[in-house]
């Protein structure tokens, strides 16, 4: 099999600012959709917002999701020369993914989906005992706690909104939603740069890993994180963030319950309050899934009818599938890698 190399771990380190790239593309949804559906910001605007607040992150709440993801893969067991390869195959896993749920439009999960591609690609490589089962139990238990924190978040702050309001002039209340939506905006950006880009992060320390690049004596389970991986992961995803994801724009701002500023604001405020409180645990939460399931709390103070249920099955089904999908691919790509490479 052919030695991991320089040459080779900054062609992955590249893909891998790709996905980061995608991730934004296709996350830049969570950030701008209820501020363009109520009006507060045209979409150019809303993207160069959002993608200033996802760059912003990169000094804010440390580098624990990053540990977190770099630890899914045992470095202490793994072959050296192979870890590049099972990172190559998680990447064609998620990227895959990526691409297929944004070309319909679906607002499923990248963190996910690179996960499910590590796990996948791991096994392909080493069999069940590469991936440390402990952190794919932590991601898989939040994947289900964490849409329903956001859901009673979402619904507990906007019926808290709503009775702070209720003596309030309704068109006063709307123009003070709008300026409000602004700061719940940025800090939903914000909070989404702090758990996602820390991902792209999360794998890159295992190829510099790969290479030696911390030297012979470092601890795999505590591997320093260099300024500039900090730096190109959030350039990159606040990149893909200024590209837009307008398909799933639409989905996520139109089609999941009618929105107005009140709402937009009560949605960004409760998903950014949970997604923070993730990423300083080192938690690696979908931050799709977190702002779905805040909007759909605070529609149901409007009356379950009012939200689109319909749509929201299809977007839990996609998420249902993100896992064991990327998984697959990942699996699949690492084989045809192998085959490739002679291992």
């Known amino acids: 099999m052919f030695e991991a190399t320089w040459e080779l771990v ?39 917002f959002a993608a200033f607040f996802n760059f912003v992150a990169a000094f804010g709440f440390g580098v624990a999701v990053a540990s977190t993801v770099s630890k899914i893969i045992h470095l202490e067991i793994v072959p050296a020369n192979i870890i590049p390869y099972i990172i190559l195959g998680a990447l064609s896993g998620a990227i895959t993914w990526n691409i297929i749920t944004w070309f319909f439009g679906l607002p499923t999960s990248s963190s996910h989906a690179l996960i499910g591609g590590l796990a996948g690609a791991g096994i392909a490589a080493a069999g069940l005992t590469a991936i440390k089962w402990s952190t794919i139990e932590l991601v898989v238990t939040f994947m289900i706690l964490s849409p329903l924190i956001g859901l009673t978040c979402g619904f507990l702050f906007m019926a808290a909104v709503l009775w702070a309001t209720r003596k309030a002039n309704k068109q006063s209340a709307e123009v003070h939603f709008k300026r409000l939506q602004l700061c719940s905006a940025a800090a939903y950006s914000f909070s989404h740069g702090t758990n996602d880009a820390q991902k792209t992060m999360g794998i890159i320390l295992p190829l510099l890993f790969s290479i030696g690049y911390f030297g012979a004596s470092v601890d795999p389970n505590n591997l320093p994180m260099p300024l500039w991986v900090i730096l190109v992961s959030y350039a990159a995803i606040a990149l893909g963030t200024l590209s837009g994801g307008w398909r799933i724009v639409k989905t996520m701002g139109y089609k999941i319950t009618k929105l107005r500023p009140v709402h937009g604001f009560a949605a960004e405020t409760a998903g950014a309050a949970t997604i923070l409180g993730a990423s300083v645990a080192g938690i690696p939460v979908s931050t799709t899934h977190v702002i779905c399931s805040s909007i759909m709390g605070v529609g149901t103070t409007m009356g379950s009818s009012t939200v689109k249920w319909g749509v929201a099955r299809s977007i839990m089904f996609a998420w249902i599938l993100t896992i064991p999908i990327s998984a697959a691919i990942g699996f699949v790509a690492f084989a045809v890698i192998r085959v490739f490479v002679g291992y």
């Open 10 to 48: 900054v062609i992955i380190i590249g893909i891998a600012l790709v996905f980061d790239f995608t991730n934004g593309f296709h996350d830049s949804a969570n950030s701008i959709s209820t501020v363009v559906s109520t009006k507060v910001l045209s979409p150019r605007k809303a993207v160069v």
